[in-house]
């Protein structure tokens, strides 16, 4: 099914447009005309009932008159028509379907939508769409589209679930000089989506940058698999920050969790740099398109201007790559090419002696020293220098050094002049911006790409050993009696089915069995009131810590009761919870939710303030590994509590790593069933004493 239909879809020999029309105004005119000036060398056959030929073409009344094989139809009927249209294609043996139509799911009309699917599936045809533009490919010189025109052309592809965008960004390729290969609509993504075309892109030698618009993302894990799968720089511009579904969560960590936090969680586990504006996905698309990835942290900026040397400094270390001080022997080198008043140790400020000999001097010179990454040259435009020589100047270097396995972005800050040496070398590929911050940001496309490292799965479990099979039948036990929302007893339970440190706890249903429990356990121990009718037991006023002998057990035990009867009258109380006395820790929080877009998903943040105030937090699509998990120990803004604050001393971060990668090792695994989970608190203590789970929480599905 997989590769000949979106060969078909993306390199058809023949299209049919269904809807064809010789009416100026109409869009099955713009498609047929788009197609025949675009150069396509394929065979076109219009569809329309009521006309023979169709601007010099001859028409078919139907599909099924063709007499020749068609790969493609591109449909520009109503909406109503569509699923006929599509049984004729099958019928025909088309293999894809661009559906231009719109009138379907995007206005309520979903059963429309799958019934075209479905018939469509049934002769195992591909559709795009519907509600597209269509494809745009410079490659095919196929205009496959109503789209006035196809972009530059250049080594980049467009995936875009805006229509709108798409067709802006078609006609901004020429004003900003950034070239793309192919611009393909998605639409609806009623049957193909994001994953499939990125993975028949990522086969694709034309394409050195896949940039993506994304609204929504259907099918979340598999879109993480396959970008991880594929060498090629993936960019995407997510719309849509909203909280959705998060006022309506019943866990803590259901309230924090944002649909953007989880997005920007699964970008980076699939490996995909993200934009953050329409002007970022163009700059970045055009660095990832032009120059190698950044293959460690050693940035060398060079300019003729101190003050923008600090601006990019600045940007530098905003966009996670520092400029530090660079060698002595390549500071010493780069002296030999400014006057005694220049500064050489990063930025390097050539003065605004620099000249064209200069720049290509330093150029060369920095790019071709070993401890050299990645290079930002930054031009001021001024009444001694020519640009377009200057910049002729750094090509050159960059050209002698026959590097090509490190990037080079420049900056050329002016006005006409600096506008022309830019496009002169964008057009021999090197990016070239208007700001020191811009070029700086490009490079940070270019760093992080670098930084993901070789293609490969991520979303596998570790070697953890677990016992899933009790935490199932906690799980089994608790829907046979109707509930969704788990006891702290049965919490735990399945958390220690996943080996994770949790506080030593007994379940006393009289006042003799809780005695005889804080003697296990031993004191000082905590009480807790077990019901399933009180989820947040402090509310309750459930729970006593610090009991310290029996007597204030005695006492303890029947305050609880009490209070559970007044909370909520008509509660079940199952017991009484008699938990061993933590140590005070630093207070953190691990969560889990299932994200409807990327399902089983794990969150850790500082507890207190930190998360609930500030919102500190971090995601991660589960399971990560231990690596993962210690990487989003150091993402929290008060990451630094963690390495030891105000005079204490770091923090058991091994231990509370290898509990964040079990912790979604349990999400994930236990994924169809759970909702909602909580560590809350959990308690971390100094290097080498570990964490403890003081409060376990798991919610189910609603089946
Ligand atoms: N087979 C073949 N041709 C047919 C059939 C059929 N079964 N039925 C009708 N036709 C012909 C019509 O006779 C007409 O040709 P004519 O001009 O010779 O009479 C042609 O197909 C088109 O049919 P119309 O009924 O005239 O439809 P119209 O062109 O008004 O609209 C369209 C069709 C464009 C598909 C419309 O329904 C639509 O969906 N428009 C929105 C498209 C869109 O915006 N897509 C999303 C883009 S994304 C973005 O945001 C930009």
């Known amino acids: 099914m997989k590769s000949d239909h979106l060969q078909a879809l993306l390199h058809p020999t023949s299209i049919a447009v269904i809807g ?89 009309k979903e ?69 793309f290969n192919e611009m393909i609509s998605i639409g609806n993504m009623s049957d193909i989506q994001f994953s499939d075309l990125i993975e028949f892109m990522g086969d694709d030698e034309a394409t050195k940058c896949i940039s993506l618009y994304i609204e929504t993302i259907n099918e979340g894990r598999r879109f993480i698999e396959t970008c991880r799968q594929i060498d090629t720089p993936i960019l995407a511009l997510k719309a849509g920050s909203s909280k959705r579904g998060a006022a309506a969560a019943a866990s803590h960590t259901g309230s924090l969790v944002g649909a953007t936090k989880v997005y920007q969680a699964a970008f980076k586990q699939a490996g995909v740099i993200q934009a953050s504006d329409v002007n970022n996905f163009f700059d970045r698309t055009l660095a990832l398109t032009l120059q190698p990835s950044m293959r460690g942290d050693n940035l060398a900026i060079l300019t003729n201007g101190g003050g923008v040397g600090v601006l990019a400094s600045d940007a530098a270390e905003r966009f996670g790559i520092p400029a530090t001080e660079i060698p002595q022997d390549l500071q010493e080198g780069l002296m030999d090419y400014m006057p005694d008043y220049g500064a050489a140790k990063n930025p390097v400020d050539l003065t605004g002696m620099a000249n064209t000999e200069r720049f290509h001097q330093t150029t060369k010179l920095a790019f071709s020293h070993p401890w050299v990454n990645g290079l930002v040259v930054i031009i001021c435009e001024t009444q001694l220098l020519d640009l377009v020589e200057i910049v002729k100047g750094v090509h050159r270097a960059v050209k002698e ?72 039948e906690v799980i089994a036990q608790a829907r046979e009696r109707g509930r969704t929302g788990l006891t702290e007893i049965e919490s735990r339970k399945i958390f220690a089915a996943y080996d994770l440190p949790v506080v030593d706890t007994r379940l006393a249903r009289s006042e003799e069995e809780a005695l005889d429990a804080a003697q296990d356990v031993g004191y000082p121990v905590v009480l807790k009131i077990v019901s399933h009718d009180i989820l947040h037991k402090s509310d309750a006023g459930g729970v006593k810590v610090g009991i310290q ?28 919870a008699v938990q061993e006395m933590a140590a005070e820790g630093t207070e953190v929080i691990i969560g889990s939710v299932n994200d409807p877009t990327f399902g089983p998903t794990v969150m850790f943040g500082l507890g207190g303030i930190f998360v609930e105030v500030l919102e500190d937090t971090t995601f991660r699509v589960a399971p990560v590994s231990n690596s993962e998990a210690a990487s989003m120990l150091g993402e929290i803004r008060a990451a630094a509590i963690l390495e030891g604050a105000r005079g204490k001393g770091p923090l058991d971060r091994e231990a509370l790593a290898e509990t964040l990668s079990r912790y979604s090792e349990m999400a994930a695994d236990l994924g169809d069933d759970i909702a909602e989970t909580d560590a809350n608190p959990c308690l971390v203590y100094e290097q080498g004493k570990g964490v403890k789970i003081v409060d376990a929480r798991v919610i189910l599905k609603e089946v």
């Open 20 to 108: 064809a029309s010789n009416n100026s105004e109409k869009i099955g005119y713009a498609v047929v005309h788009n197609l025949i000036e675009s150069g396509y060398q394929g065979d076109v056959y219009p569809i329309n009932p009521k006309s023979e030929e169709i601007q010099g073409l001859k028409a078919y009344p139907n599909i099924t008159d063709v007499p020749e094989n068609v790969d493609a139809a591109i449909i520009v009927v109503p909406a109503k028509y569509v699923l006929g249209i599509t049984e004729d294609c099958g019928k025909k043996g088309v293999k894809a379907l661009l559906v231009i139509t719109s009138g379907f799911s995007e206005v309520g």
């Open 111 to 179: 059963e429309l939508e799958e019934q075209i699917v479905d018939t469509a599936k049934s002769y195992g045809v591909r559709l795009l769409g519907p509600n597209i533009v269509g494809i745009l490919s410079n490659k095919e010189n196929m205009n496959a589209s109503f789209a006035g025109f196809l972009p530059l052309p250049g080594q980049a592809s467009l995936i875009s679930q805006s229509g709108a965008l798409l067709v802006a960004m078609d006609a901004a390729t020429y004003t900003r000089g950034i070239g």
């Open 401 to 472: 050094t026959g590097i090509k396995d490190k990037p080079i972005i420049v900056s050329l800050v002016g006005g006409d002049s600096a506008l022309e040496a830019g496009r002169w070398l964008i057009e021999h590929g090197i990016p070239a911006y208007n700001s020191p911050d811009l070029a700086v940001n490009a490079l940070a496309a270019l760093r992080d790409h670098g930084r993901y490292g070789s293609p490969g799965p991520v979303l596998t479990s570790s070697e953890n050993s677990n016992d899933s099979q009790t935490a199932r």
């Open 549 to 576: 002998n029996a007597q204030e057990l005695s006492a303890a035990y029947q305050s609880l009761l009490k209070n559970a009867k007044q909370y909520k009258a008509d509660a079940v109380i199952e017991g009484v």
